[in-house]
């Protein structure tokens, strides 16, 4: 593979740079948490949590599979050259879009009672679901435009719309959660219902989210404007004589819609089951709605988004990697796809994995840092449930994987598997044995496990494709467990001497410090694989002066 062509395919730079931005957004996302959660409190947060969950399955519904088939069918057509094809799947994809949006929007407006009452069991949720509801229609239209860009190599549109898209969300969240969380107060007061003040501040919360969807869609809509002209220059010199018509464009969509859909409700929906079976379990042994809602505030706030935080960095390979093993399947590359993937394996887990390590030694700090309220409980979920940053990460991109080699209907199987044997878990977990929300973790540990062993039982099989064992997953874990030692040697006796927060701070950067130089000592990266990542050439040169290469 020549300079060239390995540039002009570098999936992980492309990875790397919405990696980024996914993960500062994922950052700026837990950060505006912080003031949100010390505002509506935990029971607000939990009907937050409610809502964005039957939004999220309506999304998956309606559009959150469109950049990735937009971004696959587009990647194929012009991996041939065929730009007018291109256009017309774009603009395809768009019009379904609108259908799809638009139906959902008007769906959960007239819905929402019904869907928060009888499947979330937090009636009080539909305030806010309803608010949630036009921003379905802006996020598809959003998705397709994003989903162009990707199919055509570029990851910088949807990079930069992401970021401005949860500032924007952050300022307006907080800003119109604390106005309606004052106003639900007085609705409390006259209705005598302390819940309505949680409510109301939920439903401020989610509207940041649907402002924010709308900025992030203008700025696309200028990065089109300007990329068009281009795009222009392209389509009249294509001179392929195939030309793919509206109807065979929708057949084509709705075709590699439909296992995206299946495999992501499946994969989303576990959330949905999580939240629907423990509401019903423990409104059966007296628990109120409003305590409900509190222990969910605390799994989707004080654990989830945590967890989700460096999760972000496979969801930017995922969608980095798929369009570029769509081209290398289309031109008959196999090796170059399986060189792809064994290294897009690597990079997640070498982030990941000592992530999750982190996570379980220092997440109480950290939740004591971030959080009021209820620490003690989450502490112990991290401690439990840090695994799963690495098992989603994984799951996640394998799914990307299958999906990118045209296997699209191994991940809904894989997922139905799964969450068929997670589901079991749950009930046993919390109707049985009464372990609460650590119930809920354990179930989510194995659904994510199992996920990962299917999948990567079928990449194996499909691309012929064995994953190196050694500096994949055996390195990265041991420096990984060299630095949870350090750093946590290292708070136990800053905090005798300093306050927790400086502690917990120092034993961050400690950490990462650690790592890099354990990584290095252990042969877990050389200096190609290092100048391959997004600023790898600043590691680099770190790495060289401290005579770590």
Known sequence: MNNKEDKKSNFIVQGG????????????????????????????????????????????????????????????????????????????????????????????????????????????SAIALRILAPTLLIVAVMGVIRGYFQGLGTMMPTAFSQLFEQIVNAIISVAAATFLFEYG??????????????????????????TGALAGLLMLAVMFAVHNREMRINIREDSTSRNDGYPKIFR???????????????????????????????????????????????????????????????????????PSLTACVEQGKFKLA????????????????????????????ILS???????????????????????????????????????????????????????????????????????????????????????????GRYLKYKQEINKTFVIPLTASGIMGIVIGVLHMLLTKSISDALATLISILAGVCVYFVALLKLKGVNEHEIRSFPGGHILAKIAGMLRLL
């Open 17 to 124: 740079i919405l990696a980024i931005t996914g993960i500062i957004s994922r950052i700026i996302g837990l950060v505006y948490r912080i003031p949100l959660q010390k505002k509506i409190g935990d029971s607000g947060m939990g009907y937050y949590s409610a809502a964005f969950q039957i939004y999220s399955i309506m999304l998956i519904i309606s559009s959150y599979s469109l950049p990735t088939a937009v971004s696959k069918l587009v990647a194929a057509r012009v991996a041939k050259g065929q730009y007018k094809n291109a256009r017309k799947i774009f603009r395809g994809a768009m019009l379904f879009a609108c259908i799809t949006g638009g139906a959902t929007c008007l769906i959960v407006v007239f819905g929402a009672d019904v869907m928060a009452t009888n499947i979330m069991n937090l009636p009080k």
């Open 185 to 210: 107060t007085k609705v409390s007061k006259l209705l005598h219902d302390s819940a309505y003040s949680s409510a109301y501040g939920a439903a401020g919360g989610t509207l940041g989210t649907g």
């Open 252 to 322: 084509i969509l709705i075709i590699t819609i439909l296992p995206v859909i299946l495999s992501s409700t499946i994969y989303n929906i576990s959330d949905v089951l999580d939240q629907g079976i423990f509401g019903s379990v423990m409104t059966k042994r007296g628990m109120s709605e409003h305590d409900i809602a509190s222990y969910w505030g605390i799994f989707s706030t004080k654990y989830k988004v945590i967890i989700n935080v460096p999760v972000a960095l496979a969801n930017a390979l995922c969608s980095s990697i798929m």
């Open 338 to 365: 399986r060189h792809k993937v064994r290294l897009g394996m690597r990079f997640v887990m070498i982030i990941a994995i000592p992530c999750a390590m982190g996570l379980s030694v220092l997440g109480g700090p």
């Open 369 to 459: 840092l971030l959080f009021t309220g209820e620490i003690e409980i989450p502490a112990m979920m991290l401690r439990i449930g840090s695994i799963t940053v690495a098992l989603y990460s994984m799951s996640t991109l394998s799914n990307g994987v299958l999906q990118g080699i045209n296997r699209m209907n191994l991940p809904v199987r894989n997922a139905a598997i799964a969450l068929a044997i997670h589901v079991g878990i749950l009930y046993l977990c919390i109707g049985v044995l009464d372990l609460k929300l650590y119930g809920v973790v354990i179930a989510v540990i194995a659904f994510s496990l199992i996920i990962c062993i299917l999948n990567w039982i079928s990449i």
